[in-house]
Structures are given as C-alpha cells and as structure tokens.
C-alpha cells in the first residue's frame, strides 16, 4: 500500500518542488498564510459579516417574532432622521464630546511625554512609581470606571481641607480642586500676564488632573518604550559638546520620539471616542435599552464612526507632516 | 601666594586640594555649586511631583479601602473621614453571602484566563506573521487589523448579538434548513448566550476587545528581531513551524505576558460583553453582576446615598482584589516587556 501511493505522488511532486525552488523566499512567504490564518477567518467569517449586518440594521427597523427570529423592514434612512432631527441631545452630545476631545488629548500626550521621561531618568524608587503609574491602566476600566463616574465617596472623605478652613462643609468634585486651590492658581497666571484662554486651560487640567492621569497610562507606556529605543550614544555626544538638558530634550528626545507622539495622538482619540466614560457612548448605550432602541442606537453609532474616522484622518494628516523618521539603513 | 589665593576665589573649579585644606572649604567648593545645587532642587522637585501623582491616582483606592470598614453610623459622623469609628465587616460579609461572590469569581476567573490565554498565543502568532512574512495582500490584511481596531465594538453591538443569539456562517446553515423545511424564523446552529462560546470565538480570531493593539504590538515586536536568528535556525535544520515555537515564542516571554496582563485585566473588569452576552444571571454569574445593594444590610438611614455609594465602591474593591495580586506579580515583567516592545511607528 505504502509504495502505490509513492509511486502516484512522486511524478506530481517533481515538478512541484521545481516551481518551489525557483524562490525560497516565495516558498517561505506562503507559511506567512499559515500564521495570520486564525485573523484572515475570524475576520472574513465573523468580522466582515457583521459589519455589514449592523449597516443593514441602521437602515431597518426590526421585531422579535413569537416564534423565535428576527422580523426585518426596510425603512431606509428614518434611523438616522431620528439621530439627527428627532432626538434632541445626540447633536448636542456629538459637539460635545468632539470639544472635549479638542481639550482632552493635548492635555494627555503632554502629560504622558512629560511623565515618561521622567520615569526614564535613574532615581531611587523608579520601580515603586511605574508600578503606581500603570494600575490605572490596569484597573480603571468597565466596571470599575463606571462605578467611579458616579462616586461621591473620595471627594466626601477628601473635602476635609474645605471643612476646616471654611467652618462650613464644601463637598467639592475632585481631587484635582483639593491639591491646588483653583484661585491660587487663576491668581498665579493673570499675574504672569498670560492669556484668559490658556489660564482657563491650565484651570480646567487641574481640575480634570486625575481623568488625565488615568488615561494616559498606555501612552506613558508607549512613549517610554519609544525612549528606550533612542540610542544612549547619541545623549552622550549631546553631552559632550555641552548641550543643556532644556537643549538636549527639544533637539534630540523630541524629534526621535515624534513618530511616538503621532501614534499616540491616534491612539488616545480612539480611546477617549471608545471609552465607556464618553458621553456619546453612554447616551448610545442608553438608547440601545429603549424600544426600537437598538436599530437607532446602531445608526447612531455608525454616524459617530464617521465623524471619529474624519477627526483621525485630520489628526494624522497634519501631524504626520511633522514628524520625524530616523532613516536606517 | 596671594596672587594663587586671588584667582581661586575668582573660579573655585582652580582650586587645588591637598593635606592642609581646611574641611569646610571642600565641603563648600563640592556641594556649593550652582551645578550640584540645581540638581538637588530638580531631585526635590522631581520627587514631589512624583508623589503627588502617585497620590492623586492611589487615593481613590485609599478611600474606597477606608470606606469598606465603615458602619453606616460613621458616615453621619463628621468627625469620620478616612477612618472608622465603629470598623466593621459586614459590608464584606454581605457582599460575599447576598451576590454570590465566590461563585461569580471561579467564573470570571476562568473566562479571564481562558481570554488571556488563548489573545496572547494567537496575537503572537498573527503578529509573527504579519512581522517576517511577506505574502501577497499583506498590506491590506493588516489594514484590516487597524480597522478592527477602530471601529468600537459597541457600534456593531446588535450585529454581534444577532451573531451569536443565531450564531451562523455566512447563513449557510440557516439556507440549507430552510431547504428542507425549517420553520424557525431565523434557523441557527444554536445560541451561545450564557456561555463562553462568544468571547472564545472571537479571541481564537483575534477580534476580541482591543485584540487589534496586541497584534500590532507583536508585530512591532517580532520586527525588531533579527533575521539571522531564524537563518541560523533554518540552517540547523529546523522548520518554520518549529522555530516559531522553540526559538521565537521562548524569547518573546515579556510581550507576551503583557498582552496575557493586558487581555486578562480587560476581560476581568469588563462589563460590556458581560452584559451582551450574559443576560441571564442564573446561568453564569460573573463579577461585574455583584455591584448591586446586598439585601441584609439595611441603608435606609440619614446618608443613604453615601453609604450606598460606599457599598458599591467595595464590590470594586473586591473585584480588584485579585487582580491587583497579579498585577504585583507580574507587573515587573509587563513594564520591561512594553519598554522591549519598541512600539516605534
């Protein structure tokens, strides 16, 4: 039995294996098929189809038969006249979380540059502060941070200051407000002559100190992975030829870890659209438990995607054009 | 004497130590210096502020922690802020008798590892072959990654749902019974709600919750090996196959732990596919089902809300609890891994 089948596949293989030697690498690249099959199916199968199913759904509106299943109609674009002339919040909510964006992720990638060459320096306890640093990354998400949204108990316990100052009991929103006092720090900046709007700014990061610090954990992760990719040869020639920190940070960190703060930009608008804490996303969840709730919720959602998608592709575009790439040979 | 004297007060670097310095004059010329003294002001500085954010991050836990202890007497007492002047632990008590808490953790644990498990190995492998193959179309199949990475899974929420309350490929199965006769409205192989089907398929896909951010991870990782490493292996005889898992997978040890910390802690807090796919509490109950008022404690008293609030906050703090034992395990391997990841564009 063995030798029959040699003797049958032995002819087809020759000039097989002919073909297969005319390039290894070719040969080696078709085990390439192998590794990203588990995605390739997952997303043909699953990902695709389902994608174009929540499509069709936005544009239909649909009801559970008794007997089990799905009844379907077309309504075309009524889901989305809903979302848009309909319902009075989701415009207001779409602007909104647009804004906050507009305010939130410069105040993050800053933040998060600022912490990870910091963590970067060699000091006493550097474990001890990373670790810190990265629980929230760890911690604060679904279910915790929707409990957190709603929690009073932190700034009950922590409006101690206010209760002995003033006599009278204060509950303030946050923490941000009990480490530095808001006025001292209006006061601060108009005596610097800055701008109303960059005082109000700074204001309003004080405030939202610990919502920024939670979410730029992963950031801090990237860009301390980007610190440690620069080569320490080139800060000791900076060093040797006696640049200042201040100069060595803006002609040499900055430029190399620009790539960085591109993909992190990206990433934190993604983020910050997906988060369960966004506006639009609880107000979509919302919608998706009320009736005829859940073909809305998907048009919805789809028209926020759109307007995500847009917001990305200008934030890549005019930050691409300055960074840097090192070249590598 | 006096002329040597003169220029070393004009520039203290000029000064010439040897037996007969006095002390304090060594002292002053080392730790007096505008250079010395800026980087003990930079240190101070750096270290307030490194503890101040540690405490902005770490006291919410502090309070959540404190909170837990409290009798519902100490949250109408002012003079209670941060600890109890009755302790106790019947919130504890509770929370682990009234909402299953024990129950709800073998399960969560269970899918949490199984997720964790199954995200690390395929993401690695994907990854490693979107890193060092290069096929036909593989600029565009990884676009596909990225898109699945941008789209939110909560816009396709009904989609998914419909997916696996009848779950079908393609409706293949559903036209074909309905050939031969099949009444059902929608024909499905079966339903997978209540089960850890849903969350299996699709991290044995790699199309789980953030699954799109571990393949591209990997991949920036596996780019930075070099290749001789596998030519010495192909050399020694040894397949593709057979040098992912004994050369390749041994020495991505740090990525992989954290995407198996990052896919196990997201899966552990998540509450979103929980409440998808679990519906039914009686069937599989996980965590995120035991934020709820346990009925043996009565708080129907002056600071209802507080205390409420404070009842809540410990399920978290429950939740958390065995997380936070792994993160301390494991968190010095997942920092070095990120750092080695050269996460570089």
């Not at chain 1, 209006?186 to 005596?191: A, G, N």
């Not at chain 1, 998907?298 to 759109?306: D, E, I």
């Not at chain 2, 036209?175 to 009444?183: D, R």
């Not at chain 2, 995407?259 to 796919?277: E, H, N, P, R």
Request: proline fraction near 3%; charged fraction near 15%.
């Amino acid at each position: 039995m063995d030798n029959v089948k040699q003797f049958e596949t032995e002819p087809q293989a020759v000039p097989k294996k002919k073909k297969k030697n005319v390039s290894l690498d070719k040969k080696k690249a078709r085990y390439g098929w192998f590794f990203v099959a588990p995605f390739l199916i997952g997303f043909f199968l699953i990902y695709l189809p389902m994608i174009f199913e929540s499509i069709q759904f936005s544009f239909m509106d649909t009801s559970t038969i008794p007997g089990g299943g799905l009844a379907k109609t077309w309504v075309g674009l009524d889901n989305y006249r809903y979302a848009f002339l309909e319902n009075a919040d989701f415009t207001g909510k779409l602007i909104g979380s647009v804004k906050d964006l507009l305010f939130k992720v410069p105040a993050i990638v800053i933040f998060s540059l600022f912490m990870a060459v910091l963590l970067n320096q060699k000091m006493k306890g550097r474990a001890l502060f990373r670790a810190i640093f990265f629980i929230p990354v760890i911690v604060s998400t679904g279910i915790i941070e929707s409990i957190d949204l709603q929690n009073i108990l932190a700034s009950t316990q922590s409006s101690m200051a206010s209760f002995s100052e003033g006599g009278s009991m204060q509950t303030t929103t946050n923490v941000g407000t009990q480490i530095i006092s808001l006025l001292d720090v209006q006061e601060f900046f108009s005596s610097m002559k800055i701008g109303q709007d960059l005082v109000g700014y700074v204001l309003w990061v004080v405030n939202e100190v610990y919502s920024i610090v939670e979410k730029s954990g992963v950031q801090m992760l990237i860009f301390l992975a980007g610190l440690q990719s620069i080569s320490p040869a080139i800060y000791e020639s900076c060093k040797m030829e006696g640049a200042s920190a201040w100069e060595t940070f803006w002609k040499i960190t900055f430029p190399m870890i620009s790539p960085m703060i591109l993909v992190n930009t990206i990433y934190t608008v993604i983020d910050s659209f997906t988060a369960q804490s966004n506006g639009v996303m609880t107000f979509i969840n919302d919608i998706y438990s009320q009736s005829k709730g859940m073909v809305r919720a998907t048009a919805m959602s789809w028209v926020y995607f759109l307007v995500v998608i847009v917001i990305l592709a200008i934030v890549a575009g005019l930050l691409s054009a300055y960074v840097f790439y090192q070249r590598r040979d | 004497m006096d002329k040597t004297k003169d220029t070393v007060k004009r520039d203290p670097s000029l000064l010439v130590f040897d037996e007969k310095t006095p002390f304090w004059v060594k002292l002053r010329s080392k730790y007096l210096t505008t250079y010395f003294l800026g980087k003990v002001a930079w240190k101070v500085f750096r270290f307030v502020l490194l503890v101040g954010i540690s405490f902005v991050i770490l006291f919410p836990y502090i309070s959540k922690i404190s909170g837990s202890f409290m009798s519902r007497e100490d949250f109408v007492d002012v003079h209670v802020r941060l600890i109890a002047r009755h302790p106790t632990l019947d919130t504890y008590k509770a929370i682990i008798n009234d909402n299953h808490y024990w129950e709800s953790l073998f399960n969560t644990a269970t899918l949490s590892v199984l997720c964790g498990v199954v995200q690390m190995f395929i993401c690695s492998i994907v990854g490693y072959g979107f890193a060092k193959f290069n096929f036909k179309f593989k600029k565009i199949l990884f676009l596909c990654v990225i898109f699945t990475m941008v789209i939110p899974h909560q816009s396709i929420q009904m989609a998914m749902f419909m997916k696996f309350r009848y779950f079908d490929i393609w409706g293949i199965y559903g036209a074909i019974a309905k050939l031969f006769g099949s009444t059902a409205g929608t024909p499905a192989i079966a339903s997978l709600l209540n089960t850890y089907w849903p969350l299996a398929i699709l991290s044995f896909c790699g199309l789980a919750f953030k699954n799109g951010l571990f393949i591209f991870m990997m991949r920036q990782y596996y780019k930075g090996v070099p290749d001789e490493l596998e030519e010495a292996a192909y050399v020694d005889g040894a397949g593709v196959f057979k040098t992912f898992l004994r050369i390749i997978l041994p020495m991505s040890i740090p990525m992989m732990v954290t995407v198996f910390m990052f896919a196990f802690s997201w899966q552990w807090t998540d509450q979103f596919y929980s409440s998808l796919f679990f519906k039914d509490v009686t069937k599989i109950r996980l965590l995120t089902n035991i934020v709820s008022i346990p009925k043996s404690l009565d708080t129907e008293y002056a600071s209802k809300t507080l205390y409420e609030t404070a009842i809540r906050n410990t399920c978290g703090l429950m939740i958390l609890f065995p997380l936070i034992i792994v993160y301390l395990f494991a968190q010095r391997t997942l920092i070095e891994g990120v750092e080695r990841s050269g996460i570089t564009g």
